[in-house]
C-alpha cells in the first residue's frame, strides 16, 4: 500500500486588514447630475479659437487693463473662460509690439499680399530693434 503524504499542520492566516468603506447607508447609489463644480482649483487650458476671441476683445476694446479682461471674460454666464491676468500677460509679452505688428499685417491684407511665419518672426525683430525693446525680453 502506498504512503499518503500528509502535510504538516499549519495555522490559518488572518483575515485581511480591510479599508473603511462609504459612510452611511449607499453611499454610492446617488443620481449623477449635470452640474459643474463652480470652484475648481486649476484652469484648463484655453483652445486657439478662445485665445482669438480675446485678443479680439482686447483690440476691440484697448484702453481695459488684462485684470478688467480677466474679469469680463469669467464673468460671463454661456461659455465663461476662466484664465489669470498671469496666463495673460505671458501671451502679450509687449503691447506696443504686438499692435504695430498687428497694424503691419492688416496693412498687408489691405494690399492683397500672403506673410507667412517668417516675415512674422523677421518683422517683429524689426519693430523690437525700432521700439528699443532689450532682448532678453
Known amino acids: 500500500m502506498p ?7 499549519r495555522d490559518k492566516p488572518a483575515p485581511y486588514a480591510r479599508k473603511p468603506g462609504p ?3 449607499h453611499a454610492k447609489d446617488k443620481p449623477e447630475t449635470s452640474a ?3 470652484a475648481t482649483k486649476q484652469c484648463n487650458n484655453l483652445t486657439l479659437q478662445d485665445w482669438l476671441s480675446v485678443f479680439a ?3 476691440a476694446h ?3 487693463s488684462q ?10 454666464g454661456n461659455g465663461a473662460l476662466k484664465f489669470t491676468q498671469s496666463t495673460l500677460s505671458r501671451k502679450i509679452k509687449q503691447p506696443d509690439v504686438e499692435r504695430a505688428l498687428v ?3 492688416r496693412s498687408m491684407e489691405e494690399k492683397r499680399e500672403t506673410v507667412n511665419g517668417k516675415m512674422l518672426v523677421e ?3 524689426c519693430f523690437e530693434k525700432e521700439l528699443n525693446v532689450p532682448e532678453n525680453e
Open 36 to 38: 459643474k463644480n463652480t
Open 23 to 25: 459612510k452611511g447607508k
Open 103 to 105: 497694424i503691419w499685417l
Open 67 to 76: 485684470e478688467q479682461v480677466v474679469d469680463h471674460f469669467s464673468s460671463l
Open 57 to 59: 476683445f482686447i483690440d
Open 3 to 9: 504512503i499518503k503524504p500528509v502535510r504538516k499542520p
Open 62 to 64: 484697448p484702453t481695459l
Open 123 to 125: 518683422k517683429r525683430k
